[in-house]
């Protein structure tokens, strides 16, 4: 996909973005509880987490429209913590687009460069560069309504950045949008952030997008920050079972630790095997007892499936539920000996096509790609 | 913005074109015969009888409404009038609905109630109220006498301010109530937006909110505007003879002189004057909208 430019130059817009241990406190309840950031100029930040995580209190926090109750914002080397949202000089990407509906697209998008008492010959330029951008140049006359949702969306983004913003904020900006073009304006949106260099701060619940967009993903989790990292890292090495669960498919096993067993340790599962594993669980540094209970993660796709007596020293014993073709890829559900029911995706063809349902089978996975969590608190 | 559209497709779905045209008509035709019966056959009556004498037909009526300048006086009084009331009612209304909007469920409720409440409350009693308030011994001219303010009581009651007051309040709920709406359908985010996007809370309300809530404010001064032309009690008994308006006039002339001819033709005159400015009323306002909602 191409975007025409219609800017000169490009990539020094954005401004690094400081949140420290800010905090909203609504009554009693904690909506966002001392969470820090420091978003890089012109990265890609989403904030990921389910609703009522805090994520769209922290955006509308950093916006000017909620104030913190404790902490601090800053934008490059300002303190906005206090400043009016007028004032911030932020551009916005509202949820469902918030075009002004008794304005044509043009004069949508000259409304900042109004405020900023820019000439009206700077404003008929800068109008038509951010419509060229956006690809949508001959639209400027129209009423936001005669425009599908899809071009509303590029609207509101041009609008956002037509005051040249060193920080875009994104609040859910997709989520009205099917996803066919959902997905193919995540990559729009993507490759105009970096074409521009703006730092762009995204919220979003949807997962695969926060993985497809950002630079670095922000879990949030009950008013914290459960994990940021990137893509990459908090798919392959999830910090809690929280963000193990949220983060793409994962299948959680309870057992219990019965010790080393040369360079890995051995966890047992009731009545169904026991699988070699590495390390100490995420996010403590204690030495496991032994009999102490763990829970393990295993993505579906690092499971592997071998005929009963052919998959090795430590595997699990399982029954193939349902095999589920998928296209590129087979589903399997395997039940455990202790009723669980577990996901394996192996890629279609080959082996998979042996696999019947009711074949009693056996698990096994590297104990690289098993994550060691505590085990669920009782109750 | 989405749900107006929504709410037109489920009109569509139940659309008249579902049903045969004479079936349509049987289920329209109790209210097309109350309608017929109880204001197109009394109001044509009205106006035959202006013209009407017993050999043919007179302009006498409307040419004395013509030629004495006392009752074109009291005409464009009563426009002025209800043109003064239109305004005060907007200004004291747009708050009003405004903050009905911003208000949580309960303040909500209690406002809404407080609203409504008057405007189910009979007209009588409302202006008797503001007769209680504001007669020589009333509840105002007392406390300003204890309070010390004035020594002789004030001269409010039967005049015009008197009965501009008293109206404004009455008419106040067809004023709220379509600004209100008008006001709730408008997204809040896109306040917000225009904070966003730089603009201060004072030209974020004149640049977003109060274009938007425009509608509402021409439905409510349109209904006020005629309802303020018409009305009768209020002017009648807050009123003094000083303050004929036309409906009083003629009640006076229909009641007392029993002039029945000439009353018919002051109601045609103020029924024609009503329908010329609501005429030139949404004239304008279509041009505004023409150039503001495409």
Redesign the interface.
Known sequence: MKITAGRSGTGSLGRQVEIIRISKFYGNMRAVDAVSLDVAPGEFLSLLGPSGSGKTTLLMMV???ETASQGMISVGTRDLTYV???E?????V???Y?????M?VAQNIA??LK??KFSSDDIGRKVQEALALVRLEEYGER?P?QLSGGQQQRIAVA??IV?EPPVLLMDEPLGALDKKLREQLQIEIKQLQQRLGITVLYVTHDQEEALTMSDRVAVMNDGRLEQIGTPVELYERPGSAFVADFIGKMNFIDGEWVGSGGAAGIVRVKDCGSLAVHGNPRGSDTVLAARQPVRIAIRPEQLRIAKQGQGGEHVLNGVIQNAIFVGSYRVFLVRLGDESVVHVQLPSGQASQNLAEGENVELSCEPDAIHLFPARAAG | MRIPKRRMRLFDATSVRQYSPSFSLALTAPLILLLIFSFLYPVGRLLWMSVATPDGFTAEHYLRVWNQPLYLNILWRTIQLAFVVTVASFLLAYPVAYAMTLVKNRWAAVMTACVLIPLWTSVLVRSYSWIVLLQRNGVINNLLRDSGVITDPLHMLYTEGSVMIAMTHSLLPFMILPIYSALNTIPLELAKAARNLGAGPIQAFFRVTLPLSLPGVYAGSLMTFILALGFYITPALVGGPQTLMMATLIGQQTTELLNWPFAAALSGVLLAATLLLVAIFRKTLSLNKGVQFG
């Open positions: 916006a000017g429209f009016a949202p007028n911030r000089g932020i551009g916005m509202f949820q469902k918030a075009l002004f509906p008794h044509t409304f900042p405020m900023r009423m309504s609008r956002a005051f």
